[in-house]
């Protein structure tokens, strides 16, 4: 499970768009409130890292699939709004 969304990035003082950027949940942890470890890729092929970043969320501990809530969390800021599935 992933994201995709257009980013735009400074590079070398140049802004350079990477289309299909691959937002990745690569860490969760917690007990209350989870953490979750999120890098962004040039592409699905994961070769260029372009951020790392850390978010909080409160699961519904109804259901046990943390990552999948996690993802859906990611959709609801404003970073990761127009982001899709993949």
């Known amino acids: 499970m992933a994201l995709k969304k257009s980013i735009v990035k400074m590079v070398y003082g140049v802004e350079v768009a990477f289309n299909e950027a691959y937002i990745e949940v690569v860490s969760i942890d917690g007990?209350?409130?989870?953490?979750?470890?999120?890098?962004?890729?040039?592409?699905?092929?994961?070769?260029?890292?372009?951020?790392?970043?850390?978010?909080?969320?409160?699961?519904?501990?109804?259901?046990?699939?943390?990552?999948?809530?996690?993802?859906?969390?990611?959709?609801?800021?404003?970073e990761y709004s127009d982001a899709v599935d993949c």
Do not use: C, H, M
Request: charged share 25%.
């Open 31 to 78: 007990k209350t409130d989870i953490g979750i470890g999120i890098s962004i890729f040039s592409n699905s092929t994961k070769k260029v890292v372009l951020n790392r970043s850390r978010e909080y969320f409160k699961p519904d501990f109804t259901s046990t699939n943390f990552i999948a809530q996690a993802y859906e969390y990611l959709k609801t800021l404003d």
